[in-house]
């Protein structure tokens, strides 16, 4: 699903060059649940802009479901941030005098989807998440948990390949926290592709790999044997 090659992101600073991420070659299948580590400075928010076209490198190559997009115009990036790409920001990043309904349907309105069909999604979405019953509910009503649900829906309601997840639980609590990566964790139990940008040890453990980044480079990536599971999580599954 995801392939860099040669993936490289330098900044000018005055006369001193950054070098954000540097010959990063990087294969994720469909299905995976990747946590993208490393410590401040290390490049992986910066790796996961590109990942998301919210920039283009500066060299290399990134496919996505096997399309060359890292030459791809700015317009034609747009489309696939909107269709193929779901995110969702430690700040949760919504419209506060706006209901969770309505933040959830902004993608489809953006790309165009009629407005029964929209509310029908969006409604979808926000269930999916276990807000069924705070739809009518604007940002400064909810909790912080229940805001990065409204995100979640947000992300999920154009159906995209893949969900992008920087620092998601960076405003949170512990418990809640872990009630959020439960929510990735099923998704991922249906299919979902995911990538999570964390600094935390105990949340990157739920994801199935982790890619671990220093000084813009891959230092480590290898497979969770046992990703974690909360003993709530596996009552749910039962």
Do not use: W
Request: charged fraction near 30%; charge should be negative; aromatic fraction near 6%.
């Amino acid at each position: 699903m995801i392939e860099t090659v040669g993936l490289s992101k330098y900044y000018e600073l005055g006369a001193e060059t950054i070098r954000a991420v540097r010959d990063v070659d990087v294969t994720i299948r469909e299905g995976e649940f990747v946590a993208i580590m490393g410590p401040s400075g290390s490049g992986k928010s910066t790796f996961m802009n590109l990942l998301g076209c919210l920039d283009t490198p500066t060299s290399g190559e990134y496919f996505l479901n096997g399309q060359l997009v890292s030459r791809l115009s700015d317009s034609r990036l747009a489309r696939i941030r909107n269709k193929e790409i779901g995110f969702v920001f430690q700040t949760f990043n919504l419209l506060p005098r706006a209901s969770a309904l309505h933040n959830v349907e902004l993608p489809l309105i953006y790309a165009g989807t009629p407005s029964a069909e929209r509310r029908r999604r969006a409604q979808e979405s926000l269930e999916m998440v276990g807000l069924g019953d705070r739809m009518d509910h604007r940002p400064p009503e909810l909790s912080g948990g229940q805001r990065q649900r409204v995100a979640i829906a947000r992300a999920l309601v154009n159906d995209p390949a893949i969900l992008l997840a920087d620092e998601p639980t960076g405003n949170l609590d512990s418990r809640t926290g872990e009630e959020i990566m439960q929510i990735f964790v099923r998704l991922n139990d249906r299919g979902q592709t995911l990538l999570l940008v964390t600094h935390e040890h105990d949340i990157a453990e739920y994801a199935k790999r982790q890619i671990h980044l220093r000084d813009g480079m891959v230092e480590r990536d290898f497979t969770n044997d046992v990703p974690r599971r909360s003993a709530a999580h596996e009552r749910e599954r039962e």
